[in-house]
Every structure is written in structure tokens, then in C-alpha cells.
């Protein structure tokens, strides 16, 4: 199996970026309408979008932390 390339690799991050985002706000949307149509938070959509993004964000602190950890 070969590496992909830099132009590949760009593609395959643009890729994955605009399937979280698409994720996310489906999620943000799903939970909105239930609250405001149902009068309740649909558990696993909230629950579900709520850990994705902590796992999101403490990942990105996380390789940012290492990578200037290992600038120095």
C-alpha cells in the first residue's frame, strides 16, 4: 500500500472536515427540533453531539501541545 501524497492528503482533511461539520449540525438541528417540537432533548443526538466535540477539541489541544512540545 503506497502513502498518499501532499494533494491526497489535503483532499482526505478537507474530506474529513466537511463531514464533521455536516455531522455536528445535523446533530445540532436534530436536538433543536426535538426540544422545540417535543418539548424535550432527544438524549442520544445530545449526547452523541456533546461527545464528539469534547473528543474533537481535547484531541486538537492534545497534537497542539505535542507538536510545540516537540518544537522545542
Known amino acids: 500500500m503506497r502513502k498518499m501524497d501532499e494533494m491526497e492528503l489535503s483532499i482526505s482533511f478537507k474530506a474529513i472536515k ?3 461539520f455536516y455531522t455536528v449540525m445535523f446533530l445540532f438541528v436534530w436536538t433543536l427540533y426535538d426540544y422545540f417540537i417535543k418539548g424535550v432533548f432527544n438524549s ?5 453531539l456533546t461527545t464528539q466535540n469534547v473528543i474533537y477539541l ?3 489541544q492534545f497534537l497542539n501541545w505535542k507538536l510545540s512540545k516537540d518544537e522545542k
Open 44 to 48: 442520544p443526538a445530545s449526547f452523541l
Open 58 to 60: 481535547g484531541i486538537n
Open 18 to 20: 466537511w463531514a464533521w
